[in-house]
Each structure stands twice: as C-alpha cells, then as structure tokens.
C-alpha cells in the first residue's frame, strides 16, 4: 500500500507497525485533514508527496526560484493552504519554468498537502 510506505519513509510509523498503528496514519495531520476533506484516495496524496513518477525525477532549474516563487511556495507551506498553486506556476513560469509536470501539479485540482513535491523543489534542500 503506497500510503503506508509513504508513512514509512516519513517516520510516522515503523516498517514492523501493527494494523492499530497503520490506522493512526490515517488521524495524522499530514494525511488526516486532506482524505477527509477530499474523500480521495492515499495514491492521490502520494503523489502530490512524491511527484507523478518517483523512478524519473522531474527537472528543476534553480533559477526558477525567484523570490516571488519562494515567498508563495514559503506561504503555502507554513499555512497549509495550497490555494496558490496556480499562481506558484504563473511566477513559476514568469522565471522560465517550462516543465510540464511542474505546472500541470501547479495547474491541476490536487489535492496539495504539506510535503507537496513542487512546494519542496521550490523552497530547495532544507
């Protein structure tokens, strides 16, 4: 199950969880608040975490992130909300950004959720 693995790799669980402790991945804030809201499926947050094929990193040219682009991405990742994804690739694009898989995230109905792999690329390595 891709949410599981997801929860793996982020710490919330163990590779050894019970099922008690896999079904509190579901009450975590990351995951919670946005299956609930959206009634989606885990595969559609793993992939706003991890992008649309994790096996073909998507490019990224650090002279896209201008501070227009960090300040919304900075924005929307302290808040939470993610209503400013199509702006994220307007400013995304105002700076040269021609990837499609990064301004179709940015473009597309989501769901976003903190973690979302555009938001990170923009903001850069921690």
Same mark, same amino acid.
């Given at each position: $199950?891709?949410? =599981?693995?997801?929860?793996?790799?982020?710490?919330?669980?163990?590779?050894?969880?019970?099922?008690?402790?896999?079904?509190? =991945?579901?009450?975590?804030?990351?995951?919670?608040?946005?299956?609930?809201?959206?009634?989606?499926?885990?595969?559609?947050?793993?992939?706003?975490?991890?992008?649309?094929?994790?096996?073909?990193?998507? =490019?990224?040219?650090?002279?896209?992130?201008?501070?227009?682009?960090?300040?919304?991405?900075?924005? $929307?990742?302290?808040?939470?909300?993610?209503?400013? $994804?199509?702006?994220?690739?307007?400013?995304?694009?105002?700076?040269?950004?021609?990837?499609?898989?990064?301004?179709?995230?940015?473009?597309?109905?989501?769901?976003? =959720?903190?973690?979302?792999?555009?938001?990170?690329?923009?903001?850069?390595?921690?």
């Amino acid at each position: $199950m891709p949410a =599981v693995l997801a929860a793996v790799e982020a710490g919330l669980i163990s590779p050894q969880a019970s099922y008690e402790e896999i079904e509190s =991945v579901r009450v975590h804030p990351v995951f919670a608040s946005v299956y609930e809201w959206t009634g989606l499926e885990w595969g559609a947050l793993v992939r706003d975490i991890y992008g649309p094929n994790p096996f073909r990193p998507v =490019v990224f040219d650090p002279s896209w992130r201008t501070s227009t682009a960090v300040g919304l991405a900075r924005s $929307m990742d302290e808040s939470h909300d993610f209503a400013a $994804m199509p702006l994220l690739a307007d400013a995304l694009e105002d700076a040269g950004g021609d990837s499609p898989d990064v301004l179709a995230h940015c473009r597309g109905d989501g769901p976003h =959720v903190r973690g979302c792999w555009v938001v990170d690329l923009v903001l850069g390595p921690s």
